[in-house]
């Protein structure tokens, strides 16, 4: 079975410095990746997904990240973050054998001015 | 617009009491999944369904159940609320084909407090 880590719980960033958020997976072949924001009170919405080819993948509001395969890695970067980025990041992993999804437990990201 | 709708988006209610979370989404979605999430927790799959009469229990145990009757429509129902049941329930749906399938869109979700 598929397994996601998100290594930090936590990270405060200043606004206009960048941002990186690091996932790892677990997952025995090439695995769909996502990344989801999540803000106070609201559902999870999706920041941008990798299915196959550019490992390099752009997302909504700014948000890039890399497939990594040599380090099962998909971290999630933003060059310049503004104060609405501060809300709870989730790491996703979906297995090619079913339509399921594993989650990360997140990182939330605090914005000081 | 088409979205996935959850309600109510809060509740609390006793001990012993029956409630049922609605789920629905006008986005003509046949896959619809809910998950529970607790503080600092990974979600949690609790049920799933690939369409209408479909259903099945996911990775977490629990003792809520679900129905989907009607392609948009998926409510989870506790048939005695305990304190144990106090978490975020989140539904979500997905379009078919592949790997589109693997594309979840949520609802914002149930805070639910049993007292």
């Known amino acids: 079975a598929q397994s996601v880590t998100q290594p930090d719980i936590h990270i405060t960033v200043s606004e206009g410095a960048s941002l990186e958020l690091r996932c790892n997976y677990s997952?025995?072949?090439?695995?769909?990746l996502f990344w989801y924001v999540q803000s106070p009170g609201q559902g999870l919405q999706l920041l941008l997904k990798?299915?196959?080819?550019?490992?390099l993948v752009q997302g909504i509001k700014g948000f890039e990240a890399e497939f990594k395969r040599s380090q099962s890695s998909f971290n999630l970067r933003k060059p310049s973050v503004h104060w609405s980025d501060a809300a709870e990041y989730f790491c996703a992993v979906g297995a090619r054998e079913n339509y399921k999804l594993s989650f990360g437990a997140g990182t939330t990201v605090t914005v000081r001015a | 617009e088409a979205d996935i709708y959850q309600t109510p988006r809060y509740l609390v209610i006793g001990t012993g009491k029956k409630i049922t979370l609605e789920c629905s989404q006008t986005m003509g979605h046949d896959k619809m999944y809910w998950y529970q999430q607790d503080p600092g927790m990974e979600l949690h799959l609790i049920h799933y369904?690939?369409?209408?009469?479909?259903?099945e229990k996911g990775d977490l145990s629990s003792e809520s159940t679900v129905s989907r009757i009607r392609t948009e429509h998926f409510p989870l129902t506790l048939e005695s609320a305990r304190p144990s049941h106090t978490s975020q329930y989140l539904c979500?749906?997905?379009?078919?084909?592949?790997?589109?399938?693997?594309?979840?869109?949520f609802g914002p979700g149930t805070r639910l407090t049993v007292t």
């Open positions: 990798y299915f196959s080819g550019d490992t």
């Open positions: 997952y025995g072949a090439t695995p769909y």
């Open positions: 369904s690939y369409g209408v009469n479909s259903t």
């Open positions: 979500a749906s997905s379009i078919s084909g592949h790997p589109s399938s693997y594309e979840q869109y």
